[in-house]
């Protein structure tokens, strides 16, 4: 199972991008994750760029061959921060929408008690537009991120990596289940939607 990871920050100590750096350790065996690059080369949003960017299109083709989505992203204000939004702004423009239909989870990571949840509820509403298929439970938060983890990136709370080994194993199964379902669209799909 193929899993991509973006990452919300661009900064060098980031806690978000440690805990992105730490999925791969605590995800079952049959998941390879791969940790999307390059935020920081996507231009401000402008509809008149009419050449699409190629990050863009490394992201979304990305994006459309992989199982699955995971976003680890900090809160700014209370939201997504500005960066993350710019990105998906662009990916939504790709004429194939890579995250029609994608399974996705989100995590956060906070220096705050919250853990980011507030930004989580914004990301997940952007999502709905994107027609993404959202993980609901568990939820997954780290809040005091400080405190979890070591100057180099270490993981250093053993609740924090029991809660991300079974955030991950629950993923991997709601995309198992997606990976099962029939196609949106088929007859019986559709004629449940007429009834
Ligand atoms: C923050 N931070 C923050 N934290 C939070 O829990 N809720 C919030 O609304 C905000 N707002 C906010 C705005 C801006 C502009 C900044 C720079 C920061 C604090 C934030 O969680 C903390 O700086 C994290 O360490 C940022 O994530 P990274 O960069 O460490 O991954």
């Known amino acids: 199972?193929?899993?991509?990871?973006?990452?919300?920050?661009?900064?060098?100590?980031?806690?978000?991008m440690m805990l992105a750096r730490n999925l791969a350790a605590l995800?079952?065996?049959?998941?390879?994750?791969t940790l999307l690059d390059g935020l920081e080369h996507f231009p401000p949003y402008c509809a008149d760029i009419a050449q699409t960017p190629e990050?863009?299109?490394?992201?979304?083709?990305?994006?459309?061959?992989?199982?699955?989505?995971?976003?680890?992203?900090?809160?700014?204000?209370?939201?997504?921060?500005?960066?993350?939004?710019?990105?998906?702004?662009?990916?939504s423009r790709d004429t194939n929408n890579p995250f029609a239909r994608k399974p996705v989870a989100l995590q956060s990571a906070s220096t705050g008690m919250l853990g980011g949840a507030r930004m989580q509820y914004h990301l997940r509403q952007i999502m709905v537009f994107f027609d993404a298929r959202l993980l609901n439970k568990p939820e997954f938060f780290v809040s005091h991120a400080a405190s979890r983890f070591a100057a180099d990136g270490t993981l250093r709370d053993e609740n924090t990596a029991e809660a991300i080994a079974g955030h991950l194993a629950a993923f991997r199964l709601f995309v198992r289940d997606h990976q099962s379902e029939r196609p949106w669209g088929s007859n019986d799909v559709h004629q449940a939607g007429a009834g």
């Open 1 to 16: 199972m193929n899993i991509v990871v973006i990452c919300g920050s661009l900064r060098k100590a980031s806690f978000n």
């Open 27 to 33: 995800a079952p065996g049959d998941v390879r994750l």
């Open 55 to 91: 990050i863009v299109t490394r992201w979304a083709d990305a994006i459309a061959a992989a199982d699955g989505v995971i976003v680890v992203s900090p809160e700014y204000n209370h939201s997504v921060p500005g960066t993350l939004k710019n990105a998906l702004d662009w990916l």
